[in-house]
């Protein structure tokens, strides 16, 4: 069966059952173009295992270039439970909504702004409590330690980096 549809498009492919990477690969194999949006999955729990993981289970796009591309290969493809369509026939995703996928990714992939070590901080526990901090270092891509005055005592303490936030100095509000 031979579709009529503009080169270069992409499609929306749903593989088996956890089985994202597999199609991405045998798909590529074949030498067809595939996107499997991905993000940094973060240990949690007692879980301390971290890689990325598919933005869409179940989903990957696939761009095809030729107007006469047989769709079989794709169909039979190990991993490849069916080509998304509406009717019968298979409907291509925008180009913008692939090349807006992939800024929101980028964006999520730039490090979150770093502290300098003896920069004030201010620590958000929750909507009622922050208290202001002396930032010592990173503890790995998601941790901070900071120097937290607690009942007249310094402590060191480690927290979510996404709970502090600068605070700015008299020297800092005097220039504003």
């Not at 009529?4 to 994202?20: D, I, R, S």
């Not at 992939?109 to 300098?116: L, R």
């Given at each position: 069966m031979t579709l009529a549809h503009p080169a270069g498009h992409w499609y929306l492919v749903q593989?088996?059952?956890n089985q994202e990477v597999r199609a991405e690969e045998n798909l590529s194999r074949q030498g067809y173009v595939c996107f499997r949006p991905q993000r940094e999955r973060k240990a949690s729990g007692r879980s301390r295992?971290?890689?990325?993981?598919?933005l869409f289970p179940g989903y990957l796009f696939i761009q095809l270039n030729d107007v006469n591309d047989n769709w079989y290969p794709i169909?039979?493809?190990r991993g490849v439970n069916r080509i998304v369509s509406?009717?019968?026939?298979?409907t291509a995703v925008s180009e913008g909504i692939i090349d807006d996928i992939r800024q929101r990714l980028a964006a999520l992939a730039e490090p979150a702004p770093s502290h300098q070590?003896?920069?004030?901080?201010r620590v958000q526990y929750s909507q009622e409590l922050e208290m202001d901090a002396v930032f010592l270092s990173a503890d790995g891509n998601e941790?901070?330690?900071?120097?937290?005055?607690?009942?007249?005592r310094e402590q060191r303490v480690s927290v979510a980096l996404d709970q502090l936030s600068a605070v700015a100095t008299v020297n800092q509000r005097l220039r504003a």
């Amino acid at each position: 069966m031979t579709l009529a549809h503009p080169a270069g498009h992409w499609y929306l492919v749903q593989t088996k059952p956890n089985q994202e990477v597999r199609a991405e690969e045998n798909l590529s194999r074949q030498g067809y173009v595939c996107f499997r949006p991905q993000r940094e999955r973060k240990a949690s729990g007692r879980s301390r295992a971290s890689g990325s993981e598919s933005l869409f289970p179940g989903y990957l796009f696939i761009q095809l270039n030729d107007v006469n591309d047989n769709w079989y290969p794709i169909r039979s493809t190990r991993g490849v439970n069916r080509i998304v369509s509406f009717g019968t026939q298979p409907t291509a995703v925008s180009e913008g909504i692939i090349d807006d996928i992939r800024q929101r990714l980028a964006a999520l992939a730039e490090p979150a702004p770093s502290h300098q070590p003896g920069e004030t901080v201010r620590v958000q526990y929750s909507q009622e409590l922050e208290m202001d901090a002396v930032f010592l270092s990173a503890d790995g891509n998601e941790r901070a330690i900071i120097l937290l005055r607690i009942l007249q005592r310094e402590q060191r303490v480690s927290v979510a980096l996404d709970q502090l936030s600068a605070v700015a100095t008299v020297n800092q509000r005097l220039r504003a």
